[in-house]
């Protein structure tokens, strides 16, 4: 197993984890089975890439920004926070990926807890988080970080509060 060189922690994207970035995503992509026309694109100019995803955006119809879970010049996964819902509350106010090398060695659950964290300094009360029925281990996180279940949104997902 690598040992990371720092502890991981949210970051605005930036073409400083590119190699890690492309060849963590290829690798999900390839054990996910799915289409990567995406990534071929970031390949050919991954500063323009970066650029269309660093600060606050308009996604969903709401203000959000990505960041990207990385130590040192490894990239472990990326996070989306919703500064506010959607009116259909789809996604909920976080939405995050470790990609597969990464996986299942407690990235997850750190990551969300810094989210959680820059979402207080929000301002928001709380946050809701959607997880599909079958991901066992977002429900794990969820969890992990104090969710509470609230039920099922409109596209059969589970939510989840979690109190700031």
Same mark, same amino acid.
């Given at each position: ?6 502890? &991981?922690? +949210? ?19 390839? @054990?996910?089975? %799915? ?8 390949? /050919? ?7 269309? /995803? ?7 119809? %709401? &203000? ?28 909920? @106010?976080?939405?995050? #990926? %470790?990609?597969? &090398?990464?996986? /299942? ?12 964290? /820059? ?7 709380? %946050? ?23 039920? +099922?949104? #409109?596209?059969?997902? +589970? ?6």
């Amino acid at each position: 197993m690598i040992e990371l060189p720092e502890p &991981p922690t +949210l970051t605005e994207p930036s073409v400083r984890v590119q190699t890690s970035y492309l060849v963590g995503e290829q690798a999900d992509i390839r @054990h996910r089975g %799915v289409d990567a026309a995406w990534l071929r694109e970031a390949s /050919r100019d991954f500063a323009r890439f970066v650029a269309e /995803r660093a600060g606050v955006r308009q996604r969903w119809g %709401v &203000p959000s920004e990505l960041l990207w879970f990385t130590a040192g010049d490894y990239y472990i996964g990326s996070l989306v926070i919703r500064h506010r819902l959607s009116d259909d509350e789809g996604g909920g @106010h976080i939405g995050y #990926h %470790v990609v597969y &090398p990464w996986q /299942r060695q407690g990235h997850a659950t750190r990551m969300l807890g810094q989210a959680l964290e /820059r979402c207080a300094g929000l301002g928001l009360p709380r %946050v809701l988080l959607t997880v599909a029925p079958d991901n066992e281990a977002s429900l794990k996180v969820v969890r992990r970080n104090g969710g509470v279940p609230d039920g +099922l949104n #409109h596209e059969g997902d +589970l939510r989840w509060w979690i109190d700031l």
